[in-house]
């Protein structure tokens, strides 16, 4: 939780995996390293098939439940952080706006929905961060992260875009300028791919934070392939 570490502080704060997949590894995983952290923190695996969730028992402050975008939860589960990866990369853009909707009326005051994709290996992410404060949805920005196994290039991360995303790769909207930002300061860093995949990416990272708004350059983050674009525009 280096983006927010207060966001689970507190009493028995709640988080949400939804749309674990066929069995629950990355569900337990995340468990796993919150709770070295936040001991109190419990788990809930949502998956909209029963038969996933009845052959696999959670564990002490694990639990896996049946639902959906209707999260399986008690009045005092409000959750504070949501995650919902490759779940909603099939629907249309306007559904998968309103299951955002639907998420963050469920969720604490201030806590955080991450929604996403990744590729199949698992090695680079896009993901939209939204908040709700006062009953509004505010847009944190769309964090950019990767492995650094083979070659850096930005392009690579279109495959992955949230669906609100995917179809704004045009001239004159700002995801498509900021693409085009991003591969001319990695062709202008490319001299940086000799110190290895990691140096590229932090040394285009802060290239691209000179000339585009809201990129956050922190290098500690740059260096574990996250990137952040705080003034992503949303939806």
Not at 45 to 57: F, I, K, Q
Not at 157 to 162: C, D, I, K, R, T
Not at 214 to 232: I, K, M, P, Q
Request: proline letters at 6%; aromatic letters at 8%; glycine letters at 8%.
């Amino acid at each position: 939780m280096a983006f927010d570490p207060g966001l689970l502080r507190g009493a028995n704060p709640v988080v949400i995996d939804l749309g674990y997949g066929r069995i629950p590894v990355t569900t337990v995983e995340w468990y796993d390293r919150l709770s070295a952290v936040y001991p109190d923190v419990k788990m809930i695996g949502v998956e909209r098939d029963g038969l996933r969730v009845a052959e696999h028992a959670g564990r002490a402050n694990i639990s896996l439940r049946r639902g959906d975008f209707q999260l399986p939860i008690t009045p005092d589960e409000a959750p504070k952080l949501v995650r919902a990866m490759n779940v909603l990369r099939q629907y249309e853009e306007s559904a998968a706006l309103s299951a955002h909707a639907q998420l963050i009326a469920q969720i604490a005051e201030g806590g955080l929905l991450a929604e996403g994709t990744c590729d199949p290996p698992g090695r680079k992410l896009v993901v939209v961060l939204l908040r709700v404060r006062d009953g509004v949805v505010h847009s944190e920005g769309l964090l950019f992260a990767r492995s650094f196994h083979g070659d850096f290039d930005p392009r690579s991360f279109q495959a992955v875009l949230p669906k609100h995303l995917i179809h704004r790769m045009v001239p004159g909207e700002a995801i498509f300028e900021f693409f085009e930002a991003w591969e001319a300061a990695a062709k202008q860093c490319r001299a940086s791919t000799s110190f290895g995949t990691r140096s590229h990416f932090v040394a285009t990272g802060e290239l691209l934070a000179q000339r585009i708004s809201g990129v956050d350059h922190r290098r500690s983050w740059l260096r574990n392939g996250w990137l952040l674009w705080r003034d992503a525009v949303y939806p």
